[in-house]
């Protein structure tokens, strides 16, 4: 088999991994995912590379613009992180209904965005936090918004070399809600998560974004929604609409699938719940 | 094979291991701890839960080489002594155990939550347990038992 597996000190070391193992290597974070991934044969790497013990992955902190994590923070900081404030409970919200605490304290935001899952539930939350992932190779850095990042089910667009070393957005002035309605309570890979950021002026809603997962090959944004919602004045009225607008859209973007007939109702109550969240 | 060296229950152990072993491999098989039972294979029951470094993993999901330097409690550790723990005494008193299965798992994830917060409510006790599937007991007298093991731990003053 000829696996060899490492403990980098630094990112710096990683990255010299990286460069010369290109495909055969495998970063490994919490390991949710990869463990049984390796176990199941799925991957087959010759390297993996352990990154959960680096501190220097592991924050949140916060500028006067932005606010940036670290990719191998995990969901437990994110839900007890107090630089996110409470406009923010809906990353935390995302963060706190990951599978169970044992989960939560090993998986991490990188490896959940990596992974790239369609649902994946830190991604709903991010996208509509219009977050930009930072991307280190050991030659170069480039930052590129999450929305563009998913390529497909299970496929990010970061080359051999590269890793995910932080994700950051913009410090809100509105609210960002979310929720997610899973099968089973503790322990559910969500089947739908929505999550929805509005800034509001005067009950108009001057600024929305609206994140999917589980609704389509990866996490994504509903534009045809937030161009509906845009400038219009907030009420029960308008909710509904913008829930059968989304159905609508669900039904062309799942068409033959067998969750189709479940989701395209399901969504409009997950929407409504995000949204009110987001109020 | 790799070297690695770690601390459980107390005690450093130097090992090889294989590259890809998981951490409840390493436990069960060369250290004999099989208080740490393997159910799911996948982290969804909570059978394999053991603590490192101050929090509950499932270590199923965990590769060995990444406990690198860690410090792991299983259940057999949780007292350092061969003495029952107050959690383990009043999971006893309130039936809490059928088959067993789940134990372990469940006493250290109620150890990790008394550990942070000596006073629960009955709701953090069931957060503090919704990772550890019990196919028994319906919950309820685990939920009991975590409440009564914060009285006997208040008790004993610690
Ligand atoms: C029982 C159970 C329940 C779960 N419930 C949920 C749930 O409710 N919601 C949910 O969204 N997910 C859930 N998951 C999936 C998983 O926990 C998450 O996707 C988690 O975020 C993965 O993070 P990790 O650090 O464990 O990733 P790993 O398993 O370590 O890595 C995942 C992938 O990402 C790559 N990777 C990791 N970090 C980086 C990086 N910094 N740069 C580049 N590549 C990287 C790895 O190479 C690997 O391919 C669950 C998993 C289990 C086992
Ligand atoms: S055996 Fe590890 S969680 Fe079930
Ligand atoms: S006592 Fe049997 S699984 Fe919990």
């Known amino acids: 088999m000829n696996l060899e597996v490492y403990n980098p000190k630094n990112t710096e070391e990683v990255l010299d991994l990286l460069n010369s193992?290109?495909?055969?290597?495998?970063?490994?974070?919490?390991?949710?995912?990869?463990?049984?991934?390796?176990?199941?044969?799925?991957?087959?790497?010759?390297?993996?590379?352990?990154?959960?013990?680096?501190?220097?992955?592991?924050?949140?902190?916060?500028?006067?613009?932005?606010?940036?994590?670290?990719?191998?923070?995990?969901?437990?900081?994110?839900?007890?992180?107090?630089?996110?404030?409470?406009?923010?409970?809906?990353?935390?919200?995302?963060?706190?209904?990951?599978?169970?605490?044992?989960?939560?304290?090993?998986?991490?935001?990188?490896?959940?965005?990596?992974?790239?899952?369609?649902?994946?539930?830190?991604?709903?939350?991010?996208?509509?936090?219009?977050?930009?992932?930072?991307?280190?190779?050991?030659?170069?850095?480039?930052?590129?918004?999450?929305?563009?990042?998913?390529?497909?089910?299970?496929?990010?667009?970061?080359?051999?070399?590269?890793?995910?070393?932080?994700?950051?957005?913009?410090?809100?002035?509105?609210?960002?809600?979310?929720?997610?309605?899973?099968?089973?309570?503790?322990?559910?890979?969500?089947?739908?998560?929505?999550?929805?950021?509005?800034?509001?002026?005067?009950?108009?809603?001057?600024?929305?974004?609206?994140?999917?997962?589980?609704?389509?090959?990866?996490?994504?944004?509903?534009r045809k929604v937030e161009d509906y919602l845009i400038n219009k004045e907030i009420n029960e009225a308008i909710i509904e609409a913008s829930a059968t607008l989304l159905s609508g859209e669900i039904e062309k973007r799942l068409k033959g699938r067998s969750s189709l007939e479940f989701k395209k109702e399901a969504v409009k109550g997950t929407f409504k719940k995000a949204f009110k969240d987001a109020l | 094979m790799k070297e690695i060296k770690f601390n459980v229950n107390g005690k450093t152990h130097k090992l090889n291991i294989k590259e890809d072993e998981r951490l409840v491999d390493t436990l069960r098989n060369r250290l004999g701890l099989t208080g740490v039972k393997e159910g799911c294979s996948e982290g969804e029951c909570g059978a394999c839960t053991v603590i490192m470094d101050g929090e509950t993993v499932t270590s199923c999901t965990v590769l060995t080489f990444q406990a690198k330097d860690s410090e792991i409690i299983t259940i057999e550790g949780i007292n350092g002594e061969n003495k029952i723990h107050p959690i383990q005494k009043a999971f006893l008193d309130e039936g809490a155990v059928q088959c067993g299965f789940c134990t372990p798992g469940m006493i250290l994830s109620a150890k990790v939550l008394l550990d942070k917060n000596p006073e629960p409510t009955r709701e953090e006790a069931r957060k503090a347990i919704s990772g550890n599937l019990c196919r028994c007991t319906g919950y309820n007298k685990i939920v009991d038992a975590i409440i009564k093991a914060s009285k006997y731990l208040k008790r004993e003053g610690n």
């Open chain 1, 21 to 222: 193992y290109k495909r055969d290597a495998k970063l490994i974070a919490g390991g949710t995912d990869l463990v049984l991934d390796l176990r199941e044969k799925k991957i087959k790497p010759k390297a993996i590379i352990d990154i959960s013990n680096l501190d220097e992955l592991k924050y949140i902190k916060k500028d006067d613009n932005y606010i940036e994590i670290g990719a191998c923070t995990t969901f437990t900081d994110i839900e007890k992180s107090e630089i996110l404030t409470d406009n923010l409970k809906g990353l935390k919200k995302a963060a706190s209904e990951v599978g169970s605490p044992q989960i939560r304290n090993r998986g991490t935001i990188g490896g959940n965005i990596c992974n790239a899952s369609p649902a994946a539930d830190i991604v709903p939350p991010l996208l509509s936090l219009d977050a930009t992932v930072v991307i280190k190779s050991k030659e170069n850095i480039r930052e590129v918004s999450l929305e563009k990042i998913f390529l497909n089910k299970g496929k990010i667009d970061i080359k051999e070399d590269e890793m995910v070393s932080s994700v950051k957005f913009k410090n809100i002035k509105g609210k960002l809600g979310f929720y997610k309605l899973g099968l089973r309570k503790a322990l559910a890979i969500s089947k739908i998560a929505t999550a929805i950021y509005i800034e509001k002026e005067d009950n108009i809603c001057k600024e929305i974004r609206i994140g999917n997962g589980a609704l389509g090959r990866h996490g994504l944004r509903e």
